[in-house]
């Protein structure tokens, strides 16, 4: 398959799909090697940028998806019903931030640390399409294990969780001493 045919192929797969879909998933029908999807999709992804296309190839560490560019959004809004917000309060964002940096991890874990019960926010957040049950933990009770989704990535534009921010010991020191001084705080009132 020459890599004309290639690309329209995989533009019409990602197109018809609307989700991403694996490296692996299109080399096995296309039957030809995951590199050659890669370059496939590159080319595709540089056709988009070179014409100002309304498209755009986001990466998920294997998979791939077609969407619209962040920047036409309001044309979308203004021909299609706007959808509705996912408001992410500080218990969701807290609850969120456990979950994406120490996953997988069990409901009673994401407790521990938050020091409250969790069950509303862990529930919404599999709700919005941010976490997802990821297993079970070898552990009496065979607890489920909760880690983010590739929507938690495309909601927080990053491609993989490694890009998520690295935080050293003396910022997390820091953190730690902040944590004190509210818990301190909330006992005085």
């Given at each position: 398959m020459e890599l004309k045919q290639t690309t329209a192929a995989i533009e019409t797969i990602l197109f018809a799909m609307g989700d991403s879909v694996e490296i692996a998933a299109l080399a096995e029908v296309l039957e030809i090697p995951q590199e050659d999807v890669r370059e496939a999709v590159r080319v595709l992804e540089e056709r988009f940028d070179a014409e100002g296309s309304g498209l755009k190839i986001n990466w998920f560490e294997d998979a791939v998806q077609?969407?619209?560019?962040?920047?036409?959004?309001?044309?979308?809004?203004k021909i299609a019903k706007q959808p509705k917000r996912q408001v992410l309060t500080d218990t969701l964002m807290e609850t969120l931030s456990i979950i994406a940096?120490?996953?997988?991890?069990?409901?009673?874990?994401?407790?521990?640390?938050?020091?409250?019960?969790?069950?509303?926010?862990?529930?919404?957040?599999?709700?919005?399409?941010?976490?997802e049950e990821k297993g079970r933990k070898e552990a009496p009770g065979r607890p489920l294990l909760f880690?983010?989704?590739?929507?938690?990535?495309?909601?927080?534009?990053?491609?993989?969780?490694e890009d998520l921010p690295d935080f050293g010991s003396e910022q997390m020191e820091e953190f730690r001493e902040e944590a004190?001084?509210?818990?301190?705080?909330?006992l005085e009132i």
């Open positions: 077609l969407s619209s560019r962040p920047e036409y959004y309001e044309y979308l809004v940096f120490k996953q997988p991890v069990t409901r009673a874990e994401v407790e521990s640390i938050r020091g409250v019960n969790s069950d509303f926010a862990i529930n919404k957040l599999v709700g919005f399409g941010l976490v880690g983010t989704t590739e929507q938690f990535l495309r909601s927080f534009g990053i491609s993989s969780l004190e001084k509210e818990v301190d705080m909330r």
